[in-house]
């Protein structure tokens, strides 16, 4: 079945992170001049202010900064997929992402619980990053 | 508390909140500022200020400042597009500078059919939001859940106050939930789960309806119809865009810089006699009192237990707040006139002759705070946080 949920629209500055998710690698924006990681996509190292970064991969590995178990869909297309878990992963490299959590019992998602990435190619074009236990 | 009554509240005005109102934002914007500008004694022609309600623009270039000065057929000397607590803080500025003499602040919601989505507002279509199901109650679930995580904070002490102040609107015939109560602790927490922990009265509703205020000098104030509402101060701080970064607790970062505005009107937290907490979700009544300074981070679910009550230190939005009075999507406005309208003593409640001003606080029928003074006008804790100062005359 064609997947039926919101897909992301990746930007101009943004496009790099969805096509490294295509080929399964995390990426994030990485400072040139200071080295620091950024996420969300932004223009400017937010330490710094250097405009010169690159994409760097990322290990895909982090801990659950916070977590929610959803019972009300977002919207219909959701609707298979509750109860399901969204979450804060904060990153190894330091960033904060917002993701979902899968490959358990939601009720099993806790606090400071180590995660790794998972993929999972929605369309041809767009693959999401999401979150399972890491072993 | 003598100093800085140079920035006043003057007219104030909502329209009738409703489910579906079957207007349009632009109707209710405009009944509202009309409503405002009758309460103050003053006319379109008397303000040169405009901030909230953002005017399609018929120039096609997006809302400017020059086509809302055109639609409106007015020169502005101040034009922008937020309403309460910021507002008020930019258009006192402004008119402490002498930019301006009088500003209106409007603003209103109205929502499209409900087909089974969440509301627009509450999911953006942001790139890296969107497709994981986020929204707005989940947002906040995560505030709250790292909150109970790092301070021990309880699902009853957020129940305690979302129960509470649905109680309030439960007694203001004006709210949408008017007689949707008395809620207990536990009615709260065994209502439907919307996103763990937040249950669904530790959210906010969904409606229609308009606001809108008028802010004047202290010189055009004493002219006025009614009463003049003083902006004492407040403070403001923007750290991110709320539903774009991840939410985390970094909002709490900002108390130095709110607790400074309590010095600069000349007042203490413990004078506060109402707290128009932005009540979005449970996260907002607890948060908020940390983030002001009330007390300590951390302390905010003790806190409002020993606190929020009709009769108690502070009392926390008596017209029922967003959870139950009004949330048209931009409710930031009745924080503000809720407080001009305890202070007045206009408050439409149960007391058999609240229409004449007499009421008998009596709990069960009565949700006028007794003798208020003093009062903080809260915005959201999402990212940009901000809150004013109010004091009757």
């Known amino acids: 079945m064609a997947y039926d949920k919101p897909l992301p629209r990746p930007t101009p500055l943004s496009q790099p992170f969805w096509d490294g998710a295509r080929e399964h690698k995390l990426l994030l924006q990485r400072c040139q001049s200071c080295g620091a990681y950024r996420f969300t996509p932004q223009a400017l190292c937010r330490e710094c202010y250097a405009e010169e970064y690159e994409w760097a991969e990322t290990s895909g590995r982090g801990k659950v900064y ?22 804060v992963i904060e990153l190894a490299e330091g960033p904060h992402m917002l993701s979902n959590v899968v490959g358990c019992a939601p009720s099993d998602v806790h606090i400071d619980m180590p995660v790794v990435v998972q993929f999972e190619d929605a369309t041809d074009e767009i693959t999401l990053y999401k979150f399972r236990p890491a072993e | 508390m003598a100093k800085r009554r140079d920035v006043a509240i003057v007219g104030v005005y909502a329209t009738k909140q409703e489910r579906f109102s079957q207007r349009s934002a632009l109707s209710l914007t405009m009944e509202a500022i009309h409503g405002a500008l009758d309460d103050a004694g003053l006319t379109m022609k008397d ?54 003499e009088t500003v209106i602040i409007a603003a209103a919601g109205s929502r499209a059919t409900a087909d089974g989505r969440t509301v627009a507002w509450t999911r953006p279509e942001y790139e890296f ?25 309880t699902v009853e002490q957020m129940a305690y106050g979302c129960a509470t102040v649905r109680n309030n609107g439960h007694k203001n015939p004006d709210a949408i939930m008017f007689q949707r109560g008395p809620y207990t602790v536990e009615d709260v927490l065994s209502a439907r789960m919307v996103a763990d922990p937040l249950t669904l009265l530790m959210c906010s509703i969904v409606n229609d309806g308009g606001n809108c205020m008028v802010v004047t000098s ?64 449970a996260s907002g009544l607890i948060m908020s009192f940390e983030g002001l300074g009330f007390c300590e981070i951390g302390e905010g ?54 229409a004449e001003g007499v009421h008998t606080y009596d709990r069960s029928i009565c949700r006028k705070v007794r003798d208020p003074k003093l009062a903080a006008c809260c915005g959201p804790m999402t990212g940009r946080h901000s809150f004013a100062i109010l004091a009757k005359d």
């Open chain 1, 66 to 87: 916070s977590y929610t178990i959803v019972y009300r869909p977002q919207t219909l297309t959701f609707m298979d997929d509750v109860p399901y878990v969204l979450a």
């Open chain 2, 301 to 354: 679910g003790p806190f409002i237990v020993e606190n929020i009550g009709l009769d108690d230190k502070h009392p926390v939005c008596p017209d029922g707040g967003n959870l139950s009075f009004s949330h048209p999507g931009n409710p930031y406005n009745f924080k503000a006139i809720e407080i001009v309208r305890q202070f007045r003593g206009d408050v439409n409640d149960l007391c058999p002759q609240s």
């Open chain 2, 129 to 153: 939001t969107e497709w994981t199901g986020s929204m707005t109650p989940a947002q906040f679930a995560l505030q709250m859940r790292r909150h109970m995580h790092e301070h021990g904070t």
């Open chain 2, 47 to 100: 303000v040169d200020g405009y901030l909230g309600f953002t005017f399609p623009a018929g120039s096609g270039m997006g809302v400017t400042d020059g086509n809302v000065a055109y639609q409106l057929n007015n020169p502005f000397g101040l034009v922008d597009r937020y309403s309460g607590a910021m507002a008020l803080l930019q258009a006192a500025a402004a008119i402490r500078e002498g930019l301006v």
């Open chain 2, 218 to 281: 202290g010189e055009r104030a004493r002219a006025c119809k009614r009463p003049p509402v003083w902006v004492l101060s407040g403070a403001m701080e923007s750290r991110y865009t709320a539903y774009f970064e991840a939410p985390s607790l970094e909002m709490l970062k900002g108390r130095e810089k709110m607790m400074k505005a309590f010095g600069r009107a000349g007042v203490r937290h413990e004078d506060v006699d109402i707290v128009m907490i932005y009540d979005h979700f």
